[in-house]
């Protein structure tokens, strides 16, 4: 595939007022406001926001998680102070927050970087106030995502372990599925899609926002990682040169390690006439963190951009399906 080429699918609607949210929308020390875990939970749209605040250079004050509220899922408040960190000896920080709501309770998935590596966190609350740790997995995984249903009685979740041995090129990273009887203890792992299932990537994927529901299966977006020798985008360093790009799936309702499709071209790509995506922090970065499918069949899907703010398209769930099941 011509990576030089690559275009979002026209099936893919930018929300005009992007940004839906940026540092200006924060009230309290903003800087980066990005990736976010979007659910609806309790008759609202909720949103968790990542907050890098103090950014300058390469240097980083701190990162915490914000949230939002919204009736539509396009215009969205602030809560006046962040609703979780985690910073101790050994943990620097959580961050990339992705939602899901799991028999009425909202379960958060996040990256943790540690002193010994990044592990994946999975926490629940109830009220979005107290959120109770769950389990946190050994170093290195991350974009965890959890299903919103349990399958076969168990908890499911896809992931992206990063083995930096066992694969051959630097970056090589693959989803895998996980289940659990109690959101504790993972096992049964499967691998899911390796990345060099992907034409449209050269590096590495991660699972995106978690999966909905359909009747032909769980359509699920996942991030994909491209890079050419001496390419180097927009950037605060100067020196970024991966580019992020969004791709789709539709994995079997039982057996969700199954793929039943994948599209083969990039559902978004970040693109000139969106300059909230190819510019910012790191330009040319799409990081989608949620998909919420409407009882009218529309699609709406949350992305970072430039890993500054974040961004709202639209699809319909019919022509997400084709592009997955036709490619
Ligand atoms: C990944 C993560 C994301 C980030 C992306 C692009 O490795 O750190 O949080 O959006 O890189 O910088």
Known sequence: MD??????????????????????DIP????????????????????????????EGKSLQGTN?????????????VSDKPCFTMKTEEIRRAY????????GRCYMCFAVDTQHGIRGGIAVTDDLEHFEILS????????????????????????????IYGRGAPEAFDIWYSDSPDCKYWGNSNLVLGSEQVPFCNSKIG??????????????????????PGQ?????????????????????LNEPWKIVGMSPEPLMVPELDYPYEMKGFRGSVLFPGGMILEDDGEVK???????????????????????????
């Not at 974009?143 to 990063?162: C, D, S, T, W």
């Open 28 to 55: 309290y020390h903003a800087t980066l406001v990005f990736n976010a875990g979007v659910a609806k939970f309790r008759d609202r749209y909720v949103m968790v926001f990542r907050n890098d605040y103090g950014v």
């Open 65 to 77: 998680l914000g949230i939002a509220f919204s009736d539509d899922g396009m215009h969205w408040k």
């Open 96 to 103: 990339d927050p992705r939602l899901t709501v799991v028999e």
């Open 207 to 228: 699972p995106a926002a978690p999966p909905v529901k359909t009747e032909r299966g769980w359509l699920t977006l996942f991030h994909a990682v491209d890079k050419q």
């Open 232 to 252: 180097v985008f927009d950037s605060w360093d100067g020196r970024w040169g991966k580019r992020y790009t969004m791709g789709i799936m539709l994995l079997d």
């Open 301 to 327: 899907i949350y992305y970072g951009a430039a890993d500054t703010v974040e961004a709202l398209a639209t699809a319909r769930v019919e022509d997400l399906l084709a592009l997955c099941v036709s490619g």
């Open 3 to 24: 990576l030089a080429n690559l275009k979002s699918s026209s099936v893919v609607k930018r929300y005009p007022g992007n940004p839906v949210l940026s540092a200006k």
């Open 136 to 163: 946190l997995s050994t170093p290195d995984n991350r974009n965890m995502v959890l299903f919103p249903e349990k399958i076969n009685g168990n908890f499911a979740r896809l992931e992206r372990p990063f083995p």
